[in-house]
């Protein structure tokens, strides 16, 4: 069964940075689409980004669009978002997975962003 791991995860201030990554169990390294989720307290978990299987084609949803960067690195079966001008309402637990037929559901990582 793979396992998908997810870090980076922190405490940032208003207009700070972070970076998360996954990465999975599975070999060879897997030639998915990939996407990053998040779910906020008390709401339904939400999707983020979505990344190519050779990282070419990048989508964001509006909310976060400008702001955050998706990337993979595929000879190291990781994927990474960048986050940048994080706002108090981007605090949540981020998770990363397939885009279909989804793996089961890592712990996540921890993102809080002070006011």
């Known amino acids: 069964q793979v396992q998908v791991t997810e870090s980076g995860g922190g405490l940032a201030q208003t207009a700070g940075s972070l970076r998360v990554s996954c990465a999975a169990s599975?070999?060879?390294?897997?030639?998915?689409?990939m996407a990053w989720f998040r779910r906020a307290p008390g709401q339904e978990r939400e999707f983020v980004a979505v990344?190519?299987?050779?990282?070419?084609?990048?989508y964001y949803a509006d909310s976060v669009k400008g702001r955050f960067t998706i990337s993979r690195d595929n000879a190291k079966n990781t994927v990474t978002l960048q986050m940048n001008s994080l706002q108090p309402a981007d605090t949540a637990v981020y998770y990363c997975?397939?885009?279909?037929?989804?793996?089961?559901w890592g712990q996540g990582t921890q993102v809080t962003v002070s006011s």
């Open positions: 599975e070999r060879p390294p897997p030639s998915y689409n």
């Open positions: 997975n397939k885009v279909s037929n989804l793996w089961p």
């Open positions: 990344i190519s299987r050779s990282g070419g084609i990048t």
